[in-house]
């Protein structure tokens, strides 16, 4: 193993300094606000809460923090997989938006998954590398509450990006105890942690500090380093509670990105090697955020309100000299944007005769002011070339009205009707591709439950949702990168389809069962290409298929867990192409065991595995499948805890991404060869962790 043994950096000692003063500023904070007022207690049970009697559908649900702290993973994004039938994989350098995968969609970076964080949203419009891309990494994992996650087009409180499903990630209000943690491993990997909660009164202030450092298994060393920060202040009003939160994230990287299969078979690379050793970037983000809750006799009424500031530098090169043998294929793609938005909403809460009713009314609104959106061809991170640079406002509002009735003993239904209109403006460094377009949308929802008889309930829902596409591709005229060739404008807003039939059972003592029978159609795949800054048609698809997913707390201290998704993905126009959709997984299999008390040996064995995957439409080229398990042995008294992760604990050559299309490297014919290329999964990793709790 090669453990970081020593601070390297800079920002490392800053780190380590905050660290300790975020720690210790928290242990004086208990002490000198007297005896501590506890706020109330959150206890979420995550997926052992079998949610029968509340849940809408078949395929939602929460996880905890417990499960999440139990969870051995490689990277941030993989929080995620908590969720059945998600698959989180990356094609770049750490510090870019993982690759998501769901319900046999590639989800790219987010395009049809809609993420949020204590009601603020992840997900990017317009974005530089990709439309909805959503970036995890500012979220530091002990701060997450809960995750919670619903599939499928059948909420109408979730609007763009919600196709394949929604889940929002709730961070604690206040921290039961001061924490510190240490953890060291392979490949110069280290990360330091620490947070704490003062309490005054009804009143509690939460602070929290994490650095990341990681070189990665690449020949060249990634040098990945990440600095995340989060204040939250919550009080209690005579009306109302709030909750003001700041967060901070900022990080840089160098990139292996994904590698020609030819040359790892010659010998010519390394199976972690690289081809242009100037790929990277750094990225950003800062928001604060406001909540509110007013509770009266019989409603409840939320307020929320955020601003955001994000922005991206990246350098990426996938085709290495096809377009240009001298200076190579190195291109740059630049983001820079403020995000303001909030939302309203007021529930009303009544008694019927033999049931009760519950109806929702929301109002919603953001606003995307891009003051850079640039894509340029680059050498060695400089600049030869703008294929374009824009300004791009984009503009949203939706209103949405939900009733939930309980009619008897054993039937309830859930109706909702959604109203979007978006305007997206773009000054285009290109006249031609200037413009402004409207776009609204309805999205009607509905679903029936059934039961429960013997804690078993049956569901059937059905339901629309959309996600919009990139500002640049709705008034695009010409084709950017020759300024003539004319360009096909995109829909701007994409609708989709969705039905699902299910059931849920916690008959069994301590196990939770769902099975999801689903089906999903896209009017259109048509998108905004960001690698390349024009558009592409991918037309209309249609995905059906079977979720399993099984929660069983055997004893007090054993959890299992086991979950199948099998899907069928096809392109609903057969063209001389083939019907295939690349990318797409058909078959997802995740299982996993954890052990312990508050008190002695805990550990756990995650077990995650994939199926093959067509590369092209024709199914010509497919990807291999992939499995990896990771495991964690550790112990835990009551201030202390220490632990041991080996992740890919079984060495596993496998692959996390992999496409088909055309690259040139050096000495190659000047059209190109058509090829794989694949980032491989990181070898064996071991980190050792140590946790102290004040």
């Known amino acids: 193993m090669h453990f970081f ?20 500023i928290s242990s004086r904070g208990q002490v000198a606000s007297g005896p501590p007022t506890r706020l109330a207690p959150v206890v979420v049970q995550g997926r052992a809460t079998d949610l029968v009697g509340t849940a809408a559908s078949a395929s939602q649900g929460i996880v905890g923090a417990t499960e999440l702290e139990a969870r051995p993973f490689l990277r941030r994004g993989e929080l995620l997989e908590v969720i059945p039938g998600v698959v989180i994989t990356q094609h770049s350098g750490d510090g870019k938006a993982n690759q998501y995968f769901l319900r046999g969609f590639n989800l790219d970076h987010g395009t049809d ?24 990494n ?59 909660t003062r309490r005054d009164g009804a009143a509690a202030t939460t602070g929290a500090i994490e650095f990341t450092h990681d070189d990665g298994p690449w020949r060249l060393r990634q040098d990945s380093s990440r600095l995340n920060a989060l204040v939250r202040h919550v009080w209690s009003g ?8 700041a967060m901070g994230y900022r990080a840089t990287w160098r990139a292996t990105d994904q590698i020609p299969q030819r040359a790892v078979e010659s010998g010519a690379l390394d199976r972690f090697g690289f081809v242009d050793p100037s790929n ?64 309203l909403a007021r529930t009303w809460s009544a008694a019927r005769a033999g049931g009760s009713t519950e109806t929702t009314v929301g109002v919603q609104t953001r606003g995307d002011f891009i003051g850079e959106l640039g894509l340029h061809r680059t050498a060695r991170r400089q600049r030869l070339a703008t294929v374009r640079d824009d300004d791009v406002q984009e503009l949203s509002g939706g209103m949405f009205v939900k009733n939930a009735t309980r009619w008897n003993s054993w039937l309830r239904t859930e109706a909702g009707l959604r109203a979007d209109g978006y305007r997206f403006k773009v000054e285009s460094d290109n006249a031609r591709n200037t413009g402004s377009r409207l776009a609204a949308i309805a999205s009607p929802t509905a679903g029936l439950v059934l039961g429960p008889w013997a804690r ?15 500002a640049r591709g709705t008034t695009i005229r010409v084709d950017p990168a020759d300024g003539v060739s004319p360009a096909e404008r995109v829909t701007p807003l994409a609708r989709s389809r969705g039905a699902e039939l299910g059931v849920r059972t916690a008959a069994a003592p301590g196990l939770v069962t769902t099975l999801a029978v689903w089906a999903l159609d896209l009017d259109s795949e048509l ?11 991918a037309g209309r698809t249609r995905r059906r298929g079977v979720e399993l997913a099984n929660f069983w707390r055997a004893t007090p201290w054993l959890a299992l867990d086991a979950d199948v998704s099998l899907t069928h993905a096809r ?124």
Request: one cysteine or more.
């Open 138 to 196: 500012f979220i530091i994992p002990e701060l997450v509450r809960q995750v919670d996650f619903n599939k499928g087009p059948f909420f109408a409180e979730v609007g763009d990006f919600s196709a394949a499903g929604a889940t929002e990630f709730r961070q604690f209000d206040a921290l039961a105890r001061p924490f510190a943690g240490l953890t060291l491993g392979d490949n110069r990997y280290a990360r330091v942690v620490a947070g704490g």
């Open 280 to 343: 990277g970037g750094e990225s950003e983000r800062a928001s604060v955020s406001l909540d509110g809750l007013f509770k009266g006799a019989d409603a409840t009424t939320r307020l929320s309100a955020y601003a955001i500031h994000y922005r991206l530098n990246l350098f990426s090169n996938f085709t290495y000299f096809l377009d240009d043998p001298v200076d190579g294929d190195q291109f740059n793609q630049r983001d820079r944007r403020l995000v303001l938005g909030g939302a």
């Open 5 to 24: 043994p020593f601070v390297t950096s800079r920002a490392l000692s800053r780190s380590l300094f905050l660290f300790v003063s975020c720690a210790a």
């Open 456 to 470: 078993t309930e049956v569901y059937a829902n059905a339901g629309t949702g959309f996600h919009s596409n990139d």
């Open 527 to 537: 998108v905004f290409v960001g690698d390349a800054g024009g558009t592409e048609a």
């Open 113 to 136: 998954l809609a993420i949020a964080v204590d009601g603020m949203p992840v997900n990017l419009r317009s974005h530089a590398h990709g439309q909805g891309y959503a970036d995890l």
């Open 571 to 694: 392109y609903r126009d057969d063209t001389s192409a083939g019907t295939r959709i690349a990318n797409s997984i058909a078959r997802v299999v995740s299982a996993g065991a954890t052990f312990g008390g508050r008190e002695g040996w805990f550990g756990a064995a995650r077990l995650r595995c994939f199926g093959p995957q067509p590369l092209s439409e024709d199914n010509s080229v497919r990807a291999p499948s992939s499995k990896t398990l990771n495991l964690r042995l550790g112990w835990r008294a009551r201030d202390w805890e220490i632990s041991l992760d080996a992740l890919n604990a079984l060495d596993r050559a496998g692959n996390d991404i992999a496409y088909a299309y055309e690259s040139r490297l050096p000495g190659e014919t000047a059209a190109g060869v058509a090829d794989v290329h694949f980032h491989p999964a990181e070898p064996r990793t071991w980190r050792l962790s140590v946790m102290r709790r004040f």
């Open 238 to 245: 005579s009306a109302a509670d709030w909750r003001l939160t």
